[in-house]
Each structure stands twice: as C-alpha cells, then as structure tokens.
C-alpha cells in the first residue's frame, strides 16, 4: 500500500498551501502497519474539515483516543484517517494502530472552507473494502452539499462490502440529518447526532463503534449499562424497520 493517498481532483493552483500538504505527506509516511500476528479491526475515521469544523476538529483530535482504548483488550484497532477541505481537496493517511500517531497527524491539519465531498469519502472506503475488509465507516460533519441519490447508491454498495456507516452528525442541519440516516440506514450503520458542546457525546460515540468495528453487536452490547450513546446506536442497528 501506498504511503499515502491523495484523493484530491488534479491540483489546482493556490487551493492549498505547499507547506500543509508537505507536513501531510511527511507524518503520513511515517505511519507504518500494525505490529503483531493477529489482524487488526479496520475503521475509518472520516471528517468533514471544511471552515465550519475547525471546533469539531479540535474536539476529535482531543476524544479520538477513545476508539484505540475500548478495543485493546479485543485484539486492537487499525485507523484510517480520511479528511476532505478547500477546493477539491481530500486525502487519507496510512493505516495506524497508535492514538498519538493519530493525533500528531490531525493537529498538522487545519480546516478550509470549501463544499462537501461525502461522495468521494464513501468511494475511497469502497475501494478499500474491494482489497481488504474494512468494517466500520465514522464520519463525522454537519453539513451536505452533494446529490443524495449519488451518495446512498454508494452506501448501498458499502452495505453489501460489510462495511457499517456510522453517521455522527453535529447541528440540525435538515439536508444532512436526511443524507446521513440514508447512508447509515443502507450500509446497516448507525446515525447519531451529537452538539460540540457536550464532548463526552463525541467520546462514547467514538468508543461505541470501535467497540462494534472490533466485537460486532456483542462488543457494542457490553457498552450500553453506562453509555447512552451506545445503547442509542444499538438500537438503530438492532431494530431498523426494513
């Protein structure tokens, strides 16, 4: 696998600064595969880094511990970075199996404004999927600016793939509340919303569908005596009317 992937359309001029995407690359390749025998759960942590995120983002980076946490006792958890900003601009990092790895690399990142690229998100973990199974999607945003049809097409085939969208959702946006259940919904994810304000929200969630990506229903289960977030999500995955 490639030290990195660049999911961006051809560079256009001025959409991000050379320094950035320089700093990008270099952490990126210092992320090597997972140690040890045994295979490692794959989850890819997706996020919206348009203008409006950079709170949200800072929030993630501070929580996002909490999906390596809650799966060391169940063989560990292999992460994908996934972000997308600016004009046209989405890149995803190596696979890592080490929190602060991940955290170096997201506090590299800051956020630009720029429409949404859910879609190509959606692609790219398809794509992985087709080589090596991945078994949950997270994404996190709270806006979509893309054809719903075009997304839920996709979700559809993630579904089929085995790979379990989990929407978390900030605001109340209406477009990205409908958008974000679809995708969950055909994948045979989860939605969720959440408020920036409340972290702990952000954290049980993370914590929620590591449990899921590296126990499936029965890991997840054992969350639900003290988290709410988690017995929310358990729902939505156990009792989705067809």
Known sequence: MAAKKDLTRPPIPGASPASMIDSFLTQAKRLGPPTGNAPRARLVFALDATMSRQPTWDLA???QGEMFATTS???????????FRGFGE????RWVADPRT???LMTKISCRGGQTQIG??????????SQTPVKVLVYVGDAMEEPIDDLCAVAGELGLLGVKAFMFHEGHDPDAARAFREIARLSGGAYARFDAGAPQ?????LRAAAAF???GIAGLARLTAGSAQARGLLTAITERKP
């Open 61 to 63: 980076c501070r929580v």
């Open 73 to 83: 006792e169940a063989g560990g958890l292999s992460v994908q970075l996934v972000y």
């Open 90 to 93: 989405c890149r995803a990092s």
């Open 102 to 104: 991940l955290t170096g």
């Open 120 to 129: 190509r998100v959606l692609r790219h973990v398809r794509a992985e999927a």
């Open 201 to 205: 929200a952000l954290s049980e969630l």
């Open 213 to 215: 990506a590296t126990g």
